[in-house]
C-alpha cells in the first residue's frame, strides 16, 4: 500500500488558479491507478478526476470540472499533481488523493484503498 499526503490547498478567489500535490511513500508509485476527491461541506464525497497506472496523465474526469482541472503524475518523484484552473465557488471543498493497485479500478470512493489526509480549498467570490 502507498501512504498519500495532499498539499498545495488554500484560500483564493474566482477565477484563480492553484495547483494541488499529492506525495506518494512505500509502494512503486507507477503500479496504482490516482484519482482525486473531493468533499464539501454537508455533501458525500464526490469524484474529479482519474489517472490510470502507467499513464501520464488522466482519462476520466467529473463534468462539472472538464476543461478546467487536469492531473499529471510525476513517478520519478512519486507525486501526482491536480491543476485547477478558473476556480469557481462551487469547487470549495476539501480535496483528497486517493489510490488503488493495478489498471482498473473504478470512480468511486469505494474502489480506493489508499487515501490522503486532504488538502483544504476554498474559492471566494
Known amino acids: 500500500q502507498v501512504q498519500l499526503v495532499e498539499s498545495g490547498g488554500g484560500l483564493v478567489q474566482a477565477g484563480d488558479s492553484l495547483r494541488l500535490s499529492c506525495a506518494a511513500s512505500?509502494?512503486?508509485?507507477?503500479?496504482?491507478?490516482l484519482a482525486w476527491f473531493r468533499q464539501a461541506p454537508g455533501k458525500e464525497r464526490e469524484f474529479v478526476l482519474r489517472?490510470?497506472?502507467?499513464?501520464?496523465?488522466?482519462?476520466d474526469y467529473a463534468d462539472s470540472v472538464k476543461g478546467r482541472f487536469t492531473s499529471s503524475r510525476d513517478n520519478a518523484k512519486n507525486t501526482v499533481y491536480l491543476q485547477m484552473t478558473s476556480l469557481k465557488p462551487e469547487d470549495t471543498a476539501l480535496y483528497y488523493c486517493?489510490?488503488?493497485?493495478?489498471?482498473?479500478?473504478?470512480?468511486?470512493?469505494?474502489?480506493?484503498?489508499?487515501w490522503g489526509q486532504g488538502t483544504q480549498v476554498t474559492v471566494s467570490s
Open positions: 512505500g509502494d512503486d508509485f507507477s503500479k496504482y491507478t
Open positions: 486517493a489510490a488503488k493497485l493495478g489498471l482498473r479500478v473504478g470512480i468511486e470512493v469505494r474502489d480506493y484503498t489508499s
Open positions: 489517472t490510470r497506472a502507467w499513464s501520464s496523465g488522466p482519462s
